[in-house]
């Protein structure tokens, strides 16, 4: 399967997933001159910023969330807070989704 395809599919189920965790999306597919933000959604008044990651397997998906990936979604997420003037409670996840399954991961960090 094609990376782009397998990236709408596994976007998809992801936004699924989350709904039915009790998210709200709020948007998705975010662009800036930083990078792109997969899925923003809203649970508790905190918004959370989705990095979906998929692959054939679980440790290829999850071997692509690098540093430089993380430090290029903090820029885009502040660009997108200072655009919508927003000051609110917010957060980085990731959904690493592959051929055998799904794992949401809350609060990945820079470290």
């Not at 990095?51 to 820029?75: C, D, F, H």
């Not at 997108?80 to 989704?97: F, H, N, P, T």
């Amino acid at each position: 399967m094609h990376t782009r395809a397998r990236g709408n599919i596994a976007e998809e189920r992801a936004c699924e997933y989350l709904r039915n965790n009790g998210m709200r999306i709020i948007d998705r597919n975010v662009y800036n001159r930083f990078g792109e933000i997969d899925i923003i959604a809203l649970k508790e008044d905190v918004l959370h910023f989705v990095e979906v990651k998929s692959a054939a397997s679980y440790e290829q998906a999850v071997n692509n969330i690098t540093p430089s990936k993380l430090q290029k979604l903090n820029r885009t997420i502040q660009t997108y807070l200072q655009k919508k003037r927003l000051e609110c409670d917010y957060c980085i996840d990731a959904l690493i989704v592959w051929d055998g399954g799904m794992e949401w991961i809350e609060n990945i960090t820079l470290a």
